[in-house]
């Protein structure tokens, strides 16, 4: 610990020089606002000290264990948690004698609603107190028991829960209520289905921090514009599409009263994010948090450019994917996907990596967005028909993805159209 805090305080200085004056600024901020919360640290450092040796203590009539929200991320906020439940109800990282979770808030969360719904259901400590009684925890020997620990895989179902388990979120009377007057000044009259669209830019992390660099995601980064077709033909078929985002670059490029740029155009809040994730018919998602709402309540998701590749999400018959393909620009040819899981490729997390290995990751076309959509939306009706091509394309593509870390049973499938026309990735 000593040497971690040593390394860390020698660090600083390079990190200053390279960010310049904003990165001063900020630190000097971080700082202040740890000499001012000092005092209550120390109000509290015996308090919970007392905490620890007493749950230690009580350790043979009951277990007290403890562990932080992952808040500041809405996917990790609504999906860590859901798949926590789930376990609990499957047995999973469940003790075999009488327990007590505690939670606790390290930040602000990132969406109220959520909160409020959480703490509906969770036992929530306070933040500062119970802060200091994991860190002391942590010091003193024989603490690992009295963490919670995350789900088996944080946000991943490796276990197909979330299909074997009812939702654990709810709405009250009252915010049902509040849901069905925010659709009405949407202009969703009442019964008629919606789209949520979610496609993720840059936009949000850098407005929840500019100082730093978040050039690492780019590689997952979509045009909002590719989705213009798609959204067209949902109208058609008598759907609202509301495009979702709490800050996005930039609006949608078409004017039509049932294609809602929900995020653009100053019309979102956090409970409406909730509900309509809770509520749409499915939800369009180019893999970003947002999805993990739609998830977290069961409804149907079509994941669209997915990458990295082995993080698919293949744990219900509900989700529908297409992924983007990895394009070699020296040799001027797409990765098959046996090359991709080879190579390590389709575990990779950041921009640098794609760029040291010179591969390009290469967006869908409008109309090869719209043939993954319109395959869910015929599924959903029970209009969709296949055959036996369409079967030996998916058991190739699902004989090749690594298993191991990331997927239970195999449950989701790859859009029909996507791989017939990338057969030759295949191979």
Same mark, same amino acid.
């Given at each position: ?41 120390? *109000? ?10 007493? *749950? ?41 004698? +009488? ?9 602000? +969360? ?56 009812? /939702? ?18 949407? =202009? ?21 921090? /500019? ?16 989705? *213009? ?8 078929? =008598? ?37 309509? =994730? ?9 893999t970003l948090g947002f999805d993990m709402i739609p998830m977290s309540f069961r409804r149907p998701v079509v994941f669209v450019d997915c990458a990295p590749l082995e993080l698919l999400r293949t ?50 076309? /409008? ?34 993805? +690594? ?17 017939r026309q990338n057969q030759n990735l295949l191979l």
């Amino acid at each position: 610990m000593l040497k971690k805090i040593i390394t860390f305080l020698m660090s600083q200085p390079n990190k200053i020089r390279l960010g310049g004056w904003l990165e001063a600024q900020r630190k000097a901020k971080i700082f202040f606002g740890i000499l001012l919360k000092f005092p209550f640290q120390l *109000i509290c450092f015996l308090p919970a000290l007392l905490i620890v040796l007493t *749950i230690r203590l009580i350790r043979p009539i009951i277990l007290i264990r403890f562990e932080r929200i992952i808040c500041w991320r809405l996917g990790h906020f609504s999906g860590n948690i859901e798949l926590y439940l789930c376990e609990l109800d499957a047995g999973i990282n469940k003790p075999k004698v +009488p327990f007590l979770d505690i939670w606790y808030y390290p930040c602000a +969360p990132c969406n109220h609603q959520l909160a409020r719904m959480w703490n509906r259901i969770l036992h929530i400590g306070p933040a500062n107190l119970f802060g200091l009684v994991s860190g002391i925890n942590d010091l003193i020997p024989g603490g690992e028991v009295h963490q919670i620990g995350q789900s088996a895989h944080k946000d991943r179902d490796v276990h197909n829960l979330l299909d074997k388990f009812p /939702p654990h979120l709810s709405f009250l009377p009252q915010e049902e209520r509040l849901g069905q007057e925010g659709l009405r000044l949407l =202009g969703i009259p009442k019964g008629v289905p919606f789209v949520c669209l979610a496609v993720r830019d840059d936009a949000y992390l850098q407005s929840q921090s /500019p100082h730093l660099d978040w050039s690492r995601h780019d590689y997952r980064d979509c045009d909002i514009q590719n989705y *213009i077709l798609t959204s067209q033909r949902l109208v058609e078929r =008598g759907y609202y599409v509301l495009r979702m985002g709490a800050v996005v670059k930039e609006a949608m490029k078409v004017e039509h009263p049932m294609i809602i740029d929900y995020a653009a155009r100053g019309l979102r809040n956090d409970f409406m994010d909730i509900y309509l =994730g809770a509520n749409c018919a499915f939800c369009i998602s180019s893999t970003l948090g947002f999805d993990m709402i739609p998830m977290s309540f069961r409804r149907p998701v079509v994941f669209v450019d997915c990458a990295p590749l082995e993080l698919l999400r293949t744990s219900s018959p509900s989700y529908l994917s297409t992924v983007k393909k990895y394009w070699l620009r020296e040799q001027k040819r797409y990765m098959t996907f046996k090359e991709i899981f080879i190579s390590g490729a389709g575990k990779f997390v950041g921009t640098s990596d794609f760029k040291a290995m010179d591969i390009e990751l290469i967006e869908s076309t /409008p109309e090869e967005i719209l043939a993954v959509v319109l395959e869910m939306d015929d599924r959903l009706k029970n209009q969709w028909k296949s055959i036996n091509k369409n079967e030996k394309l998916q058991q190739q593509f699902f004989e090749l993805l +690594p298993k191991k870390e990331y997927h239970g049973e195999i449950h989701s499938r790859i859009g029909s159209d996507f791989l017939r026309q990338n057969q030759n990735l295949l191979l």
